[in-house]
Nanobody, 120 residues
Framework: QVQLVESGGGLVQAGGSLRLSCAASGSIFSVNAMGWYRQAPGKQRELVAS???????NYVDSVKGRFTISRDNAKNTVFLQMNSLKPEDTAVYYC??????????????WGPGTQVTVSS
């Protein structure tokens, strides 16, 4: 079906930066939106940032002004530039694809997740 491949996670000190990448491949018909979610131990998975194929973006309040989401629609790739990282940003980050099938059905796909750890 559809596969998502993520890269860019790692360990960084507070105030540092990381850039996450996610490329979708497989039987892709139409992409409505792509986004990044994160989940810390013992907490709910939350939307960090999303971007539609038309370029509209959405961010959780805690990352506004620090994170920037972008995409390459032709390559079905989404990026998350994370600046001024804080220890509370530590989580597993998951790439999400909102896919529209040829029959008009919407399907969500998830990447395997990549660990982001911010030390103080």
């Amino acid at each position: 079906q559809v596969q998502l491949v993520e890269s860019g996670g790692g360990l960084v000190q507070a105030g540092g930066s990381l850039r996450l990448s996610c490329a979708a491949s497989g039987s892709i018909f139409s992409v409505n939106a792509m986004g990044w979610y994160r989940q810390a131990p013992g907490k709910q998975r939350e939307l960090v940032a999303s971007i539609t194929s038309g370029g509209s973006t959405n961010y959780v309040d805690s990352v506004k002004g620090r994170f920037t989401i972008s995409r390459d629609n032709a390559k079905n790739t989404v990026f998350l530039q994370m600046n001024s990282l804080k220890p509370e940003d530590t989580a597993v980050y998951y790439c999400n694809l909102d896919h529209l099938t040829p029959l008009g059905r919407r399907q969500w796909y998830w990447g395997p997740g990549t660990q982001v750890t911010v030390s103080s």
